[in-house]
């Protein structure tokens, strides 16, 4: 193979074996989300202020912090809905997230899951996940039939993750509340999104369907970078392995759900009242 003229460091190569679509995706240092010296203010109050935060390729991180830390800000300005007044927001090592619309972020592969569950209650949940497919891609008519047998098992495949096969043909209203939340999650799947954010996806929930809804979004990482915005410590608990405490719009800490757990301005801050 001919080398390109950059030099590649042993990690890149590592990325060529591997079934990462592009190299060029993940920087040098692992991390697939790179936001630095963030800030956003609405009428003078800083939502977010110089808030440093990356995500590693493959990582699950979970982000707790009080109501009005920032959380939601955060995803909006990953995702191009809110443009920050300062700092830099990079998809790896090429794309800078501040100079592509939400449409371009999307299709560059960051999915967002907000807390309701926003499936067609009149579709069937096989017709949703084909419906999100082909929101996601411009197919070429000549090129239809062939992609609609790998269209069909990228659906199967998708079933299966979210384990819903057994529903595949019952209108998405008659779902329960936990088995929606799964389709969407589903439905995000389908576009093929290398970063997830999931805003909250346990409010709601039976405990059965919290403890599934943590098996399938441990599931996720690994071959996608999930970040999980939960209120439900014991959720946290049971997926998180890194967790980010957003307070006052920057990082209070950050650290292993014990260590996190043990240090006193969380407690005071976050997990005093949300321990209770
Ligand atoms: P969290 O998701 O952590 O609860 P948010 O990101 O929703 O917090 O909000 C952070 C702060 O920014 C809050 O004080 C909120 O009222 C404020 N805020 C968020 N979005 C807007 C907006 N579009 N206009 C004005 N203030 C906003
Ligand atoms: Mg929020």
Known sequence: MALPRRTYGPKDWLQWLSPVPNPDLVTRSGALLYMEDVTVSFDGFKAIDKLNFYVDDGELRCVIGPNGAGKSTMMDIITGKTRPDKGSVFYGQRLDLLKMSEPEIAQAGIGRKFQKPSVFETQSVFHNLELAMAGS???????????????????????????????????????????????????????????????????????????RTGELVTSLAGKHSVVVVEHDMDFVRSIARKVTVLHQGSVLAEGTMDQIQHDPRVVEVYLGEAAC
């Open 137 to 211: 891609k411009k197919v070429l008519p000549t090129l239809k039939a062939k992609l609609k047998g790998e269209d069909r098992d990228r659906i199967s495949e998708v079933l299966e993750i979210i384990g819903l096969e057994e529903e595949c043909w019952r209108d998405a209203g008659s779902l329960s509340h936990g088995q929606k939340q799964w389709l969407e999650i589903g439905m995000l799947l389908m576009q093929r999104p290398k970063l997830l954010l999931i805003d909250e996806p346990v409010a709601g929930m039976t405990h059965q369907e919290m403890n």
